[in-house]
């Protein structure tokens, strides 16, 4: 059979990554594809650096629409980012009739909706393993091998550039920018890499994980998106004193309020159970929970960003496209699981609605009554106290620090019990909340 003709818009490091994985296992792909996978061109704004890249065996183009509009080539990927001119290209390579493969997780979960009908209509493939959790197979995983399942929940560390800085801040004392530059400079960090650490990199894959795994559209705007800047040391070492990892999570969940149902979307730093499993997925590594009401809990553990592991999700979707690409479109996965006509569009909901426990930390007067006015707040608001730490006050101080973890309660009766509390002239400041999620 003749070759597939692959157009690769980008060579950095996840087109780097694939052109060199493409080359290097050439022939154990074509065995496994069928046929052999060929890059005839690549785009890229510095054209000596790729020709440089890519051994002067491809085609080198500026203008990446030469390829979206070369007639040869049979599937176009997108690794260039970003979301205004990655949108144009995708849609003009569907209508052109090619099958498309990206790992740009911001242009899915903004134009998702958009893209995918654009190429349901056309019949061609749009494949995004890469997109979601780097070369962790759980786009495939959940579309595929569990498809028999009611997703209940998903939750995952799935920004690799986040996990490595709270890692290594923790592990080694290093300082948050120093951590950052190492994550840049090993190809982890998005190009704005304010995408990672104010969380956006997460919660755009964790709305595609939320599509797949509900069959409801991608709705990255009403997702709740909290990153790990206003994090604090103290409260990382008091999370361990009481058992458990804070970790930056993404979590996809049905809910029912007032017996309605709803989903939960969100992406915050949250305190694990120490004892499970993915608290203790350290560096860039990244792992994904998948509660589904007939498998029980499974969980995927890999490497979610960097070159080579990114292009392994980016090659793998290039075989399957291979091997169906002579398939009747009716007959292929659905982009997102559910066939088109299926989804439904369960409501997201807003944060004041989630259900879950709390880590409480307060600064107060060591003096008498005040943990009782606390408790009395946390009571009135209906919220039991699952543990509390209170802290010595240091030689010479007067005032100290209190922390409660709470059982499941909604976010809104936290909300108005924290304004209580900073309302007492016994607390200063403000009191600090972070999610804990017993993932069980
Ligand atoms: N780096 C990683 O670990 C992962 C990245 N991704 C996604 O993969 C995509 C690519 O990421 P990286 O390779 O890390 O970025 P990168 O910045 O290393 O590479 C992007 C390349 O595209 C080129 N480019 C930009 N506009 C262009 C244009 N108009 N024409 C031709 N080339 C153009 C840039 O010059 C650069 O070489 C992004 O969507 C990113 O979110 C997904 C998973 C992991
Ligand atoms: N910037 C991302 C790259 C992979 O998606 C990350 O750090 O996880
Ligand atoms: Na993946």
Do not use: C
């Amino acid at each position: 059979m003749k070759p597939i003709k692959v157009g690769l818009l980008g060579v950095g490091n996840v087109g780097g990554g694939t052109f060199d994985v493409l080359e290097r296992n050439q022939e154990e792909i074509r065995r496994r594809a069928g046929r052999s996978i060929e890059v005839v061109a690549v785009s890229a704004r510095n054209l000596e650096r790729a020709k440089t890249r890519t051994g002067g065996k491809v085609a080198v183009v500026a203008n990446p629409m030469d390829i979206v509009n070369n007639p040869e080539i049979d599937i176009v990927v997108e690794l260039i980012g970003g979301y205004d001119q990655a949108r144009e290209l995708v849609l003009k390579a569907i209508e052109n009739g090619k099958h498309v493969v990206t790992a740009n997780k911001a242009l899915l979960a903004v134009h998702g909706n958009e893209i995918f009908a654009a190429a349901q209509a056309k019949g061609v493939m749009v494949a995004f393993e890469a997109a979601v959790a780097g070369g962790i197979p759980i786009i495939k995983a959940l579309r595929e091998g569990l498809t028999a399942n009611r997703i209940d929940w998903l939750a995952g560390i799935i920004n690799g550039t986040t996990n490595f800085i709270l890692s290594e801040m923790r592990d080694k004392g290093l300082d948050f920018a120093t951590v950052l530059k190492q994550a840049q400079e090993l190809g982890y960090a998005e190009a704005d890499p304010t995408f990672d650490i104010e969380g956006v990199d997460a919660a755009h894959k964790a709305t595609i994980m939320s599509a797949i795994a509900f069959g409801i559209p991608v709705q990255f705007d009403k997702a709740h998106v909290e990153g790990i800047s206003k994090l604090n040391a103290v409260d990382i070492r008091y999370a361990e004193q009481l058992g458990y990892r804070i970790k930056l999570l993404g979590i996809a969940k049905r809910a029912k309020v007032n017996g309605k149902e709803g989903v939960e979307l969100r992406v915050h730093p949250t305190l694990i159970p120490s004892k499970r499993l993915i608290a203790n997925v350290e560096g860039a590594m990244n792992a994904v929970l998948v509660q589904g009401d007939a498998v029980g809990a499974t969980l995927y553990y890999g490497k979610g960003a960097g070159a080579e592991p990114t292009a392994s999700a980016v090659i793998a979707d290039l075989v399957d496209i291979t091997r169906l690409a002579t398939a009747d479109p009716e007959h292929r996965v659905p982009h997102l699981a559910f066939q088109p006509n299926a989804m439904t569009n369960i409501e997201i909901l807003p944060m004041s609605e989630v259900t879950t426990s709390y880590y409480l930390r307060m600064n107060v007067k060591d003096e008498p009554g005040v943990l009782a006015d606390l408790t009395r707040i946390l009571a009135d608001a209906g919220i039991s106290i699952d543990a509390m730490l209170q802290k010595e006050p240091a030689d010479g101080e007067t005032r100290t620090d209190i922390i409660f973890l709470t059982h499941q309660t909604q976010e809104k009766h936290v909300n108005s019990a924290i304004a209580k509390m900073e309302a007492l002239s016994t607390v200063g400041g403000s009191v600090t909340k972070i999610r804990l999620e017993n993932l069980s």
